[in-house]
Every structure is written in structure tokens, then in C-alpha cells.
């Protein structure tokens, strides 16, 4: 058996970017991408056009137009307008990833964007992705011109110009931290020592990261032009764009072999420093868990869950009673095969949060009921309202069950079926490794049906029970039939209920999960470095594009400020989808001007509150497009994974590179523009 200390907590307000949602991805980015590649396309156009004749004969060049440009801007207009006559008309609408009236007070998980084929959603990739391939043909003709070997010679120069300058004496800074552990000036709960530590490392870490990576690749060109060492590679046989990604390689090697040091620095610090025991035995792992979705029901059907009025509304309750029908219900659409192999049980953890309406027993927790069945063994909420139990779909199944479970129970304890008083309570004493545990898996495996009552729970005090492998084997031994919707049923459902009268159980998606494995710290700790790898390759790139058109300062503090925005994603979110319930900046002046509080009715029929609220819109529309400029920057975090002993998939990891070329690849497209059109030699 897992011992029950050993288990973490991770809050999931979004769900990593996983193959999955690929397509989805690029259905999104076809559309934000191509609209501003559409406006680049058509102010190009008309500088590349309007170019006197008298002009020197590099400004033409540098403006060259070419017939598949035109091409992709003809059908950029044609598909755009179409998209405008369909937004006039009411027509194709996205209904899948289209923005819906929702709570402003209430929690909002972030949902990647899912492939729509509706005909706005299609109509607006198409016009993108015509913008994309018109401004993109001569970036992408100007490869064919590009040599690797003098980006190598670049990025050598940038390599030694940065040793050269002692810029990585930094990184010795690096070191002043780990001189004092955290605890001489924290006195952390001793299972939450190793937590602490790893992420006061990864701050440092990303502090010394991405700083440097800012002030490199804003300065470095800005500054090659102002001291003129640039001319001495312009006019050598070298193409510009390979003098503006020769800089970016050349950094970027740098600071990764920074990263690598203090990466492998900080790990050897947590490897060697002595930790309570309980630390070790919270953080030290790399879980592997298997999660589902989360709904809530009743005998009224689904439900939404009981808001308890907490600021940070990520959890939904059921109410506690003997007699209540109500259930978080956790369901899983699959399950790897593995999970039926050669073992005996599989964990299954879960970590609650407790709202208590009385004050209960003191120095006690609340009691759960917890019901894993299949597919094959559906559940119903009972028809009578202080029934609290749910029943058997197949009745006669339920009574087989119950007859055969006792004629188990009797040969087992050498007593005839009769004088068996009550089999479920000797099934729920039985532990793995016993034989009363091999009769467990035997009825799970032919029923698909496994209960645990009477469990105690604390106030986000990890938990687990040990879930029999024959569950599992019941739920893959076939593929589940599609109902009259032409939906199949979930393939293994966990409900919970609470017991205990007067209480509250509180649930997210993420507190429950299904143990497949463990990997190791180690690993775990190093493939979170990945994350911080493209963070700075993010940042770095951001500065060296910028910095190929605007001053050091400017194209500093422009990266900058896109930089920290991605951390402020989740509230712009909020002012640019109308979900804040305060309105926007044009609503918050009249409020002002009329001395009303925030949240005053507000008078529809006044013109200057209608004034107001249409100033809200065009502001919204206008965040929504500065949106689409912000880096995901939450997309590269894992540092939470690691503190709370969570693996992070790798396919998780190949998506944040994706997602990375995606962001960049429109940025090095604007450099390799900004750069042909900027005069940097006579």
C-alpha cells in the first residue's frame, strides 16, 4: 500500500497544450497571425508601389513586388470580405471556440482553442493564411540565398563578443543565494521545506535567464550600428537576415550553456542540502497521474456545484447528508492498457477541500463514500428525495453481485453463506496481498464495480485508496457501444459523496486522479528547464527583432513590457471577452463622473452610458488584438509541476517548441523586413 503522506497538490486552472489540440492551435494562429500579416501585407504593398522613380536603385530593390504577392493579396480582400459579409449577415458562426455570456464572479478555466468548421472560423484561416504566404515569399525566397556556415561564423562572433564584454560574470551572482539556505529566513511546514527551495531556484534562475537574454538582444545590433562595426559585415557577401539570426543563434547558445550550469547548480544544491524527511517524501517524485472530467449530478440530473462565496472560485461543493443524492463525478473517456497488467491494485489520490456550515467533531475530519464502476455496470441517482443512495441500473445484475459476494465471503471465513451477517464489510477491510483482497478483484473484475465507504478526509489533507486492478481489467476488456446520441459512455466513472452532515466538500477537476506510475525527480527537474529554455529563447527573439528598426532602449522596453503582459494574460482575457463586472475604462469615467459605485445598475437608456459601453467595445476589441501580440508566457511554467512531485509529460514539452516557432516565426519575418528596409551602410 502508498503511504498517505505521499501525495501533492496541483492546481490545474488550464491544462497544458498537448497534441491534441495541435490543430486547434493552428486554426487560431492562421487566423491572429494572418491578421496582421494581412496589414503588413497591404502597408508593404503600398510602400513598395508608391517608390519614386528617381529613388536610388536599393531603395527599389529593397522594395521589390512581386505577381504571387499580388495574387495573395487579391484573395487576402476576397476572403475577408467575405468573412465581413458573414459576420453582417449572422452566418458561421464559430459556435465551438466563440466567446459565451459567462459569471464574471465565477472560476473560468482556460480552454485551448478547438478546430472549428463553421464557416466564419474557416473563411477568417483562409484569409490568414493567404496574408501569411503573401508577405512570407520573399523571407521564404531569401532562404535559398541563406548559408549555414556564415550563421555559424555570426554566431561565433556573438558567442566570443559576449565573453569578451565578461557579461557571463553575472551568473556568479547566481551562487550568493545558494551560500544561505531559504530557512534561515523562512520557517516553512517541514513537508513544505523542498517545496520552497525549488521555487526560490527557479526565480533565481529565471531572473538571471531572462534579464540578461533582454539586455543582449536589445542592445547588441542598435549597438553595432551606433559604433559602426556593422559596416564591416554588411558589406561582405552575407545576406541581412543571417547577420540578424546569427545574433539570435549566437545568444541563445550562450545563455543555454548559462542555463545548463545553473540548472545543474541548483539541482546539485537540492541533491545535497538535508531536508525533513517529509519533504523528500512530498516533492522527490514525479507522479505520472491519469485524470478525467469532472461533472456534478444529482437525482435532479447535472448540476452546477455549490458556490461557497470564496474569492478564488476553483472549487464546486456538494452538500454532506447521509440522504444526499448529490455526486462529483469524475469520468474517464479511456485508460492506458498498463493499468491492467501484472499488479494488484492501482492508487487512486485525491486532496479536498472541506467547507463546514457547524463546527463538527473536533480533531475530525468528514467522511466519504466513494463508487468506481464501468461501463458496465451503470449507476442511477434514486427517484425518492431523502434517498441518498444511488442504485444499480440492472437491478437483477445487482442482486447476482450481492448473492455471489456472499458466497465468497462465507468460503473465505469457513462459514456457511447464511450466517454471513454483511459481505461488504468484510470486503472493505481487506488490503492488498491478502486473500479477502483476491476476492475483491475477482467480483470487480466480472462486475466492474469497487466501493470504499466510511473513508476520513481533512481540509486539503492528501488521501488515497487503493483502487483493485480487476476494475480495470472489467473496463478494457471491450470497447463501450455507442448510445442513441452517438456517444459512447465513459469507459470508468468515480463518484464521491460526502457523509458528514453540516459539511461541504469542495472538488476541481485536478484534486482526484488515478495513479499510473512515478518517474524520478531528476529527470522531472531537468525537463522543467526545458520550459525556461523557451521563455528565453522567446524573449531573445522578441529583443533582436525589435532592435533591428528601434533604438536599444526602446526595443528593450518593448520587449519588456510584452514580456511581463504574458503574465497578465488571464486579466486581459478578462477585459477583452467582457467578463470583468466592472465594465471597462470608458464605464469606470462615467461612474466617476457621476459618483456611482462599481456596482450600480447601470442605465442603458442614458447617451452617455451608451456612449460609454460602446467606448468598452472598441477598448475590448483593441486588448483582444494586443492579445494576440502577448506571449503565453504560463505555457512554458512547470515549476509547479516539480514542487508539488508531478511528471511532466514530454508531450507536453514538444508542443511548448511548437508553440515557440509559431510565436517567432511571424516576429523574424518582421526582422528580416525591418532589417532590408533599414540603411545601415552607404
Known sequence: MSDPTLFGLLILDR?????????????????????????????????????????????KSRAGVSAWMLIMAVLTMLAYAVYGVLIFTGKGFDQINGLRPADPNAFVKYEAPKFSYDYQPLVLMAGGLFALLGIGQPFVASLSKIRFRRIGALAKLGVLEVIRSRALFVYVIFLIPMLFPITWFIQ?????????????????????????ALLLGAFAIPN???????????????????????????????????????TTGSWLFIRLTGVNQAAKDETLKARVPLRGKLAFQSRRGSIEGTNVGREFDYRKYIAGDPSSSQRAIWSFASLPGRLASDRDYVPCEFT???????????????????????????????????????????????????????????????IKP?????????????????????????LAEKYGFYEVTGKEVYDYHPADITVPVGIFKNALSETPAKGADGIAPPILQVAVKCDTKGQLLGMAEGDLYVLEGNRTFDENYFKAAVGLWCRIAL??????TISTYLAGVISFLVALILFIAGYASDHLTDMASGRSNVGGPFRAVNQLLKAE????????????????????????????????????????????????????????????????VAYLLPWFILGYFLIRSREVAA
Open 224 to 262: 553595432d550600428v551606433k559604433n559602426q562595426n556593422i559596416y564591416t559585415i554588411v558589406t561582405k557577401p552575407v545576406e541581412r537576415f543571417e547577420i540578424v539570426f546569427g545574433r539570435y543563434l549566437g545568444y541563445l547558445i550562450v545563455l543555454t550553456l548559462a542555463l545548463v550550469v545553473m
Open 352 to 414: 479536498f477541500d472541506i467547507f463546514r456550515m457547524t463546527k463538527g467533531e473536533e480533531n475530525r475530519g468528514v467522511n466519504l463514500a466513494i463508487r468506481i464502476t464501468t461501463f458496465k455496470c451503470p449507476q442511477v441517482p434514486p427517484a425518492e428525495a431523502r434517498e441518498g443512495n444511488w442504485r444499480w441500473e440492472n437491478a437483477a445484475r445487482y442482486q447476482e453481485y450481492e448473492q455471489e459476494s456472499r458466497q465468497l465471503v462465507a468460503e473465505l471465513q469457513g
Open 188 to 212: 516553512p511546514k517541514p513537508e513544505d521545506e523542498l517545496r520552497d527551495i525549488i521555487d526560490w531556484m527557479s526565480y533565481m534562475t529565471q531572473l538571471l535567464a531572462i534579464l540578461p
Open 539 to 544: 524573449v531573445l527573439g522578441l529583443a533582436v
Open 15 to 59: 491544462d497544458p497544450f498537448g497534441v491534441a489540440n495541435f490543430w486547434g492551435l493552428s486554426q487560431a494562429w492562421l487566423q491572429d497571425a494572418g491578421g496582421f500579416a494581412a496589414l503588413g501585407l497591404a502597408a508593404y504593398l503600398l510602400y513598395a508601389l508608391r517608390v519614386p522613380a528617381e529613388q536610388a536603385e536599393s531603395a
Open 418 to 442: 447464511g450466517e454471513v451477517q454483511n459481505p461488504a464489510t468484510v470486503l472493505a477491510l481487506a488490503r492488498p496481498g491478502t486473500p479477502a483482497w483476491r476476492v475483491v478483484n475477482q
Open 597 to 660: 459605485q462599481p456596482t450600480a445598475i447601470v442605465d442603458s437608456g442614458n447617451p452617455l452610458t451608451r456612449a460609454a459601453e460602446g467606448g468598452d467595445v472598441v477598448f475590448s476589441w483593441l486588448v483582444r488584438r494586443f492579445i494576440n501580440l502577448v506571449p503565453d508566457v504560463y505555457a512554458y511554467s512547470w515549476t509547479d509541476f516539480v514542487s508539488e512531485g508531478f511528471n511532466i509529460p514530454l508531450e507536453n514539452l514538444v508542443m511548448n517548441l511548437v508553440v515557440l
